[in-house]
């Protein structure tokens, strides 16, 4: 099914096919319609879908239905968890927009950065706003924005909105909102907190589940390799080299871990950039800019960057520190094999983490092979051997005790 068979004016089907866009993925051949008609949208999607253009569009194609009055009040809300995300869906916006005869404003306000520029960028007011939580709320307290004319909000993440702890600017929020309203939730689990939100705010919504990632990019190759914890940046600048990895995104449980490996990584002639949620804003959309650009080889990421970030085409996803949910899990890998590019997400498992990947597996129902690499074979074992069925030297079997051979394995392991 084509675009143009979805009720959208040329401007947008123009400004899709301009992105390449062949045709409509399936959240938005089902929620175009849904939206356009007005209805309150229930979506369990992930990014990766295509869920952006899913609601940008039918909320563009209404701006080009209805006539504006000036000065522009804005007529939508999009609140979401990350200043990432916040520019990501602005700069959709702004490409999907670029042929409408009578131009679109999107104003895309987060924290984080002075106040003062987004408030100048709100005269005159504006049509579509994208927002985090917090510095929405300053900009209303600032009398810089109204939002009683909001006829759509729109929840994207709704679930990390949550988990970040915007449960209570979140209701401020929707108390400042007028009450007839469309209301389009999208979140990628739907946890009983999103449940809750969901009832509260939809009225018969249209519920869309789209798969997640990995059910729908089935390309993302997943490997997991053995490896004693203090060798994983040698084998990290190892596994770079060897197979000239270009654009690799490394994710690392700490601040701290970020700036030492990509110090590491720099010090082996690896361009690599630490990104973590204290870098200030400008060196955040620098350090992304310069990776989409290429012209960084490596991020050190902590899961800040696992959200929401597009980055067309990145080959190799390392999961240095392994994540500490599945659903993160699932987030980090994603970043990867998008939009039907292949995709490597390659997990370090030591002795210390095995059984955390094993409940991963579990969860995501997916078994993926452990290897182990010439060179760095890991002299550690797992903690509790009787527990792994993936630890060297017992066989492989659950549960099978270990062998005089392997007490004298772990033994020379532990000195
Ligand atoms: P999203 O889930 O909105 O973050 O989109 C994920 C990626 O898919 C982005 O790079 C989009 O530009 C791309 N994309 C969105 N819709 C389509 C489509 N219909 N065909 C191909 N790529 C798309």
Known sequence: MPFSTLGLCPALVRAVSERGYLAPTAIQSAAIPAILQGQDVLGSADTGSGKT?????PLLQRFHDTPRERPRQARVLMLVPTRELAAQIGESVRTLAQHMSEPVKVSVVFGGVSINPQMMGLRGGTDIVVATPGRLLDLVDHN????????????????????????EELSRILALLPIQRQNL???????????????????APVRIDVPSELQTQPDITQRAIEVDANRRTQLLRHLIQQHAWERTLVFVAT?????????????AGIDAEPFHGQLSQGKRTQVLADFKASHIQVVVATDVAARGIDIAQLPVVVNYDLPRSADDYTHRIGRTGRAGASGLAVNFISADTEAHFRLIEKRQHIHVAREQIAGFEPTAVPASPGNSPHAPGNGGIKGKRPSKKDKLRQAAARQ
């Open 185 to 203: 939730l999208f979140s990628a689990t739907l946890p009983p907190a999103i449940q809750g939100l969901a009832h509260d705010m939809l009225q």
């Open 255 to 267: 601040k701290f871990a970020t700036e030492i490996v990509a110090d590491k990584l720099r010090k």
């Open 144 to 167: 810089a924005l109204k939002l009683s004319q909001v006829a759509t909000l729109v929840l994207d993440e709704a679930d990390r909105l949550i988990d970040l702890g915007f449960a």
């Open 53 to 57: 253009a899913a609601f940008v569009l």
